[in-house]
């Protein structure tokens, strides 16, 4: 039983290129949930979605970030033009069925410097 | 904002019982009270939650008072690999809104 996957689990960025985060939920999981961790911080909410919908993006930056979760592959979480202040671990999340009973398995996350 | 109140760090000698408190008086009728700890830089794990009743299974219990103001996430027998951040959380049943509010959480420092 493989749980949430991400890839890659390290990523390099200049400033100013694009970052694309990938996530494979857990077999059976239809809800996906992206949070960001600044270092020294804690766990940030950022966007909640299930296949080819986007049901809460309230902790999303408003600009130069979006996520997709598509009916086929990975969810994805871009990051256009990055900035030093995105340097960050992102994680993943995924349940069965919307959150509240079911609760959320993360994965390993993925750390994203930007140099 | 956290919904919740955890003391910021404790200490538990290797082979004891680690007993986490967790304050959360604004809870509402239909919020779970979850738990979950992050191991370093890992991603976070889940542990156990709760709603009314007492929980239990192979990782910790949960216990809830009767006014589910309060509960405590017990480790029966502590062991080095389980000094981590443990986070409280509580979090409402059929709502649109996905996201786990983690607060500061308490650090657990298990002690040989």
């Known amino acids: 039983n493989a749980g949430v996957m991400q890839n890659p689990r390290h990523l390099v960025r200049r400033r100013g290129q694009e970052a694309r985060l990938r996530c494979s939920p857990m077999?059976?999981?239809?809800?996906v949930y992206w949070y960001r961790q600044l270092p020294e911080e804690g766990l940030k909410f950022m966007v909640y979605?299930?296949?080819?919908?986007?049901?809460?993006e309230s902790g999303m930056p408003k600009e130069r970030f979006s996520a997709e979760f598509p009916k086929e592959g990975p969810s994805i979480l871009r990051i256009q033009q990055v900035v030093r202040g995105d340097s960050a671990a992102y994680f993943c999340?995924?349940?069965?069925?919307?959150?509240?009973?079911?609760?959320?398995?993360f994965g390993p996350g993925t750390r994203l410097t930007v140099t | 904002d956290a919904k919740t109140t955890q003391p910021p760090s404790m200490d538990c000698a290797e082979g004891r019982a680690a007993n986490l408190p967790c304050n959360h008086s604004?809870?509402?009728?239909?919020?779970?009270v979850y738990w979950y700890r992050q191991i370093h830089s890992q991603g976070p794990q889940y542990i156990i939650h709760?709603?009314?009743n007492n929980e239990t299974n192979e990782m910790a219990s949960l216990i809830i008072t009767e006014d589910r103001k309060s509960s405590t996430l017990i480790l029966p027998h502590a062991t080095l690999r389980d000094t981590a951040v443990y986070y409280c959380?509580?979090?409402?049943?059929?709502?649109?809104?996905?996201?786990?509010?983690f607060g500061k959480g308490t650090k657990l420092s298990v002690k040989p």
């Open positions: 999340a995924s349940s069965l069925a919307g959150t509240g009973v079911y609760e959320q398995y």
């Open positions: 077999k059976g999981h239809s809800h």
């Open positions: 979605l299930q296949k080819e919908n986007i049901i809460d």
């Open positions: 604004t809870i509402s009728g239909n919020e779970y």
């Open positions: 709760g709603l009314k």
């Open positions: 959380i509580v979090n409402a049943y059929g709502g649109s809104q996905g996201n786990l509010i």
